[in-house]
C-alpha cells in the first residue's frame, strides 16, 4: 500500500468483516461511513462537530473543488486538511460520477470527459491523468481513479439493451484506470480501481479481476445504486470481492439508505459515503430506530420527544421534535443543522453497531432486528 | 421591580453606567446586547454556542412566535426556555415594532394594531392588554408595552412636518403604556416601558416623563434608528434619561452599528438589541476592529489569516478568510454560522470592554480608540 497506509481485517463474520485502515491523518474502524463534503464541508458542520459525532474519514468531491475554489488554492492552504480544518482523513472521488450526474453537459470521448460547467459555462476537461494531478493537489488521503459511469437500469429496456453499453463503460474504466495508476506521483496517497460492469454479473467479474491485475491500494464498487434491485446489487458485490485481494479495503461509492448499507457490509463492504443522511436532515426527513419522520408533520407540533429517544447525538440531547418542527417551518438555518447532525450521528452509531455486532458473531440478527425497527413506522 | 428581578449599578463614569441586572434566569452584566432570536433561536446558532460566546438574555419577537408557533404552543412546552432550550434571560418585544415594519400590511386604530398576516393573510389583532397576554404566555423574564412607533426622518419633510405624527403616536404610546400595566398578571415578568416622541426632544422629554410616572421595571427608548443622525439621537437619549429614574434599567430598541451602541453607552443606556450582527454575518459581512471585511471578495481567496486576528471565537480559532469566502462562494449553510459566530462574540466582546472601561474610568477613551479603529478600513 502507499506509504504511511495498512488495512487489517480484524474479525469476520460469514462475508461480513470489521478491520482497521490507517493512514497518514488518522485510523478509521471499518466497515466506516464517509459524510460528503463536496466543498470541503459538511454543509452547515464544523470539524469539530464531526469529531464528536464519531466521524472517521470524510469524502470531497474531485470536480467541483477543482471548480471552486481550485486545487492551487486548496494545495497552497496545505491540502484539504490545512483548507477545511478536518484535519483527520479524507477521501477524494475522481469527477467519473459527475461526468454521468451532469451527463447532458458533458461530452465523453476515450481520453477523458469534457464539462460545460453549470456554473459559468465554461469548458473545463478532466482526463484519467489529470484526475490524479487534481486529487494529488488536494492531498486527500484516499484518491480513485476516473471511471466511466452508466446506469444499471433504463426506462428503454432490459439488462440486453444495456450490456453493450456496460461493457463499453467497463471496458473503458479499465483503460482509464491503467493510466490513473501510471500518472501517480505522490506515494503518501493511497489509490483506489474501481470496479464496473452495470448489472452484469460476468462484465462485474471480469472488471474486478482485471483491475485487481492492475493493482491498486484499494478496491470501489462505482455505478452501483442506479437502478438495479437490492438482492441484484448483493450479487453483484459478491461476484466482486472473489476477484479483489481479501486484504484489500472494499468501498461502494454513492450508497445509500441505511438498509442498503446493512446489506453491503453482509457482502464484506468496508467503506461507504452517500448524502442521503445530510441531504435528508437538510430537508427535515430525521432517522430513527422506529423509522423515518418527517419532522415539519402537524403531528409533531406539540412533540415534546427528542427526535430518537435514547439518541447521544447534541440534537437528541437539547431539542424537543416540536422545537425542531418550528425551525424548519419558520425556515430557521438551525433546523437543517440540528437534524443533519442528529442523522450523521445515526449513521455512525449504525456502523458501529454493525462493527461490533460482526466481531461478537451475531452480525445477521444485528441487520434483522435493524430491519425490522426500520420497516416498523415509514411516514 | 417585579419578583426575581433587581438592577444595581455597580460603577459611573459620565453619563455610562455598568451594572448588574437578575433575573429569575440568571444575571446579566449591563450594558449588554442581546441577540436577536425572531421564533426563539438565533438562526443557525445553539444555546450552548451562544453561552460559549457570552451571551446573557436574548430577544424573541411577540408578533412573530404569535403566528408561529403560537403562544400557546411555546407556554405548554414550558415558555421560551422550555421550547427553546436557552435557559438564561429572555426578553420579547411587544409586536410595536412590526406594526411600523410591516406598516402596509397594517391598520392602527386607538384600540390596537390589525395585522394582515404576510404569511396567511389572516388577520391578526394586536392591543395593549393583548400583547401583555402573549409574552407572559410566552414566559420572558422581561416583557415590553405596545407602543405606536413612527419614523424619526421622511422624505416628505423635516421635523416640523413629522411633528404631529410624532405627537399624535408618543400620546398614543403613553395611553397603550397605562394600559398595558393595568393588564399585567405574572408578577414574576419584569414589565418595560416605552419613550417614544420621535426626533423631538420635548416630546421625548414629556414621554419619558409620563413613563415614569406610570412606573415600570425598566424604560426603553423607541422608534429611534430610524432616520435621526446619531448626535441627535445622543441628545434625544439624554433628555429622556433625565426624566427616568435612575435606577431603572434603560433598553435602546433596534439598534444598532458598533458606533451607536458606544455612543448611546456614553450617554447611559444598559440595553441594547439588534439584527445587525446576526444579519450581516448572513450575507458576508464580517465585523473587525480594522473594520468589515466583505467576505465574498475576492481579495480574501488565499487569505490564510482568521477573520479577525486575536478573536477569541470558535470561527477564528480554527477557520480562514480563505475557508469562509469559500464557503460564501459555495453556498455552504457553514459560512453564515460561522460570520454569526463571530459577530456576535465581537458585539458581546465589544460590550465586554466597555463595561471594563467604564469599571476603570477611562470609556471616552475606549470609545475613541474603538471608533478610530472602526473608521480604519471600511470596505
Known amino acids: 500500500m502507499a ?29 466506516a461511513f464517509m459524510a460528503v463534503a463536496t466543498y470541503g464541508a459538511v454543509r452547515g458542520v464544523t ?11 470524510l469524502l470531497a ?34 469527477g467519473g460520477y459527475q461526468a454521468f450526474s451532469l451527463a447532458e453537459r458533458v461530452a465523453l470521448d476515450e481520453d477523458g470527459v469534457t464539462f460545460a460547467s453549470p456554473l ?89 479481476r482485471a483491475t485487481a491485475g492492475i493493482g491498486f491500494d484499494g478496491y470501489a464498487h462505482g455505478g452501483l445504486g442506479l437502478g438495479e434491485a437490492g438482492a441484484a446489487r448483493a450479487e453483484l458485490l459478491a461476484v466482486s470481492h472473489a476477484e479483489l485481494p481479501a486484504g484489500a479495503p472494499r468501498y461502494l461509492m454513492g450508497l445509500g439508505h441505511p438498509e442498503d448499507l446493512l446489506q453491503a457490509v453482509e457482502r464484506g463492504v468496508d467503506l461507504f459515503d452517500c448524502v442521503v443522511p445530510t441531504r435528508h436532515g437538510r430537508h427535515g426527513v430525521l432517522f430513527a430506530r422506529e423509522g423515518r419522520l418527517a419532522i415539519r408533520n402537524a403531528r409533531f407540533r406539540e412533540d415534546p420527544l427528542p427526535p430518537e429517544p435514547g439518541c447521544d447525538c447534541p440534537t437528541c440531547a437539547s431539542f424537543s421534535r416540536a422545537y425542531l418542527r418550528h425551525l424548519f417551518v419558520c425556515g430557521d438555518l438551525l433546523g437543517p443543522r440540528l437534524a443533519t447532525l442528529h442523522n450523521l450521528r445515526f449513521y455512525y452509531r449504525l456502523l458501529e ?27
Open 61 to 94: 468531491n474531485t470536480y467541483h473543488l477543482h471548480e471552486r475554489p481550485g486545487e492551487d488554492v486548496v494545495a497552497r492552504a496545505g491540502g484539504l486538511h490545512g483548507f477545511s480544518g478536518w484535519r483527520g482523513p479524507w477521501l477524494t472521488d475522481s
Open 3 to 31: 506509504t504511511g497506509f495498512s488495512f487489517e481485517v480484524l474479525a469476520r463474520d460469514g462475508d461480513a468483516r470489521c478491520g482497521r485502515l490507517a493512514t497518514p491523518h488518522g485510523e478509521l474502524a471499518t466497515p
Open 120 to 208: 459559468d459555462g465554461r469548458r473545463r476537461r478532466l482526463t484519467p491523468e489529470s484526475a490524479i494531478a487534481i486529487q494529488e493537489a488536494l492531498g486527500a488521503d484516499v484518491a480513485v481513479v476516473l471511471d466511466h459511469c452508466v446506469p444499471t437500469a433504463s426506462a428503454a429496456g432490459g439488462a440486453e439493451a444495456l450490456r453493450p453499453a456496460w461493457r463499453d463503460a467497463m471496458e473503458r474504466s479499465l483503460r482509464w484506470a491503467e493510466r490513473g495508476g501510471r500518472a501517480r506521483r505522490r506515494a503518501d496517497q493511497a489509490l483506489f480501481g474501481i470496479v464496473q460492469g452495470g448489472a452484469d454479473r460476468e462484465l462485474r467479474r471480469t472488471s474486478a
Open 47 to 57: 470539524p469539530a462537530e464531526l469529531r464528536g459525532l464519531g466521524a472517521g474519514m
Open 353 to 379: 453497531e454493525a462493527r461490533s455486532a460482526i466481531a461478537a458473531g451475531r452480525f445477521a440478527a444485528f441487520r434483522d432486528a435493524a430491519r425490522a425497527a426500520a420497516g416498523a413506522r415509514e411516514e
